[in-house]
């Protein structure tokens, strides 16, 4: 039953990307019985000779491609909807995007906005083996999101890690997935700029995002940016485009973001950001007031910043407003809004100590604080 399901499902989602819909249809091969139908291999003489004409950038191409595609996963966002002459419930698919394998214990990283909203989860592996995906944990701020399949350790091929290593402008890079739900879709390209910033699903700003200019389209969010080495560098989240079609500039968000969230998400199924115990006021009361930095509002009763000295925003005795400290530095960077602030914070974890500096009556202070965990 659930074969013939998602057999439907694909099928639908066929008619809708032919209609013009968001283009997620798939086109898969597949026997009757529901396994795969094996793809057609050279033999090992004729792939030796097939080798012999290729170029070095050529074989490193294929085995960057080859080596990585088992580990890219199609994922198909299930919806409920309600027949409106039997109000019977049924499902259908919502939408469609990429991931890949993180662990050997079934964890795939995917965009947040490609299972915004799902009734049920659909993860198609290389070997197009079907397996009913559990939401782990989600970080809309950052657009990510973990799933997890109990398919057999044997079957999962995660995806090498990259590592520290800076990311220069003109370096070569792979884009594997699912666009228009043409599965195991190889694209190359270079990282056209770095240190972009972007929005995401919840608002928040996203930093250090990659550009690159290696075709990524509809179905390819979620899916892995890869080095010339096959590591994960970052993950294909959005393209710039007045046509929802690839104009030649796609955006990743970096790898630095996703070995830090990604192992939160699968502890704790959200991400756990450190408190400073104060609250702010908001930056368009900081703009009225012609204030760079973040006021304070006020201070928890024995929380971080009463315990590091800040002041909060007071009314003296005739009812005059008092203006809070203003943060204006963490740790050396400069502060000017809510987000700023939050970009600092980004970069800690409860228990760190960070060096502040603020206003009080116009004169510079500078304090240390220790962050804490939420209760």
């Not at 399901?5 to 091969?29: E, K, Q």
């Not at 899916?223 to 929802?244: C, E, F, H, M, Q």
């Not at 407003?321 to 502060?335: A, H, M, P, Q, Y």
Request: neutral net charge; hydrophobic residues 40%; glycine residues 10%.
């Amino acid at each position: 039953m659930r074969i013939m399901r998602t057999r439907m499902m694909r099928l639908l989602l066929v008619a809708i990307a032919f209609a013009g819909g968001f283009g997620a249809a798939t086109w898969r091969s597949a026997r009757l019985d529901g396994s795969a139908a094996p793809r057609a291999r050279l033999a090992p003489a004729a792939a030796a000779a097939a080798d012999d004409d290729l170029s070095t950038e050529e074989r490193r191409d294929i085995a960057v491609f080859e080596r990585a595609s088992r580990s890219v996963v199609f994922i198909t966002n299930v919806g409920l909807r309600r027949d409106f002459f039997s109000l019977d419930a049924f499902q259908i698919p919502q939408g469609s995007g990429s991931g890949f394998v993180w662990d050997r214990s079934g964890h795939i990283v995917t965009n947040y906005h490609v299972v915004a909203g799902a009734n049920a989860l659909l993860v198609t592996m290389a070997d197009q083996s079907e397996w009913e995906a559990t939401l782990v944990g989600v970080a809309p701020e950052k657009d990510l999101a973990v799933l997890r399949i109990r398919a057999p350790a044997a079957r999962l091929h995660p995806l090498e890690v990259g590592g520290d290593t800076a990311l220069r402008v003109g370096q070569h890079v792979y884009a594997i997935g699912n666009p228009f739900g043409l599965d195991q879709t190889l694209t190359t390209g270079v990282v056209s700029a770095i240190g972009r910033e972007l929005r995401s699903p919840a608002g928040r700003t996203i930093t250090d995002v990659i550009q690159t200019d290696a075709a990524i389209n509809p179905g390819n969010s979620g899916g892995p940016l890869l080095d010339s080495k096959g590591r994960l560098i970052g993950v294909n989240t959005a393209i710039y485009s007045n046509t929802g079609a690839s104009a030649g500039i796609g955006f990743a968000v970096p790898v630095v973001a996703v070995r830090t969230i990604v192992p939160q998400l699968i502890e704790h199924g959200r991400v756990i950001r450190p408190i400073m115990g104060l609250q702010l006021l908001s930056d368009e009361v900081a703009e009225r007031l012609g204030v760079s930095g973040v006021i304070v509002g006020a201070v928890s009763p024995h929380g971080p910043a009463e315990t590091a000295g800040l002041r909060g925003t007071q009314r003296d005795t005739a009812g005059r407003l008092l203006l809070g400290d203003v943060i204006v530095t963490i740790d050396d960077s400069e502060v000017k809004n809510t987000e700023g602030l939050l970009r600092c914070l980004e970069t800690h974890r409860p228990g760190d100590r960070i060096e502040m500096d603020y206003l009080r009556g116009g004169k510079r202070r500078t304090t240390t604080l220790r962050l804490t965990s939420p209760e």
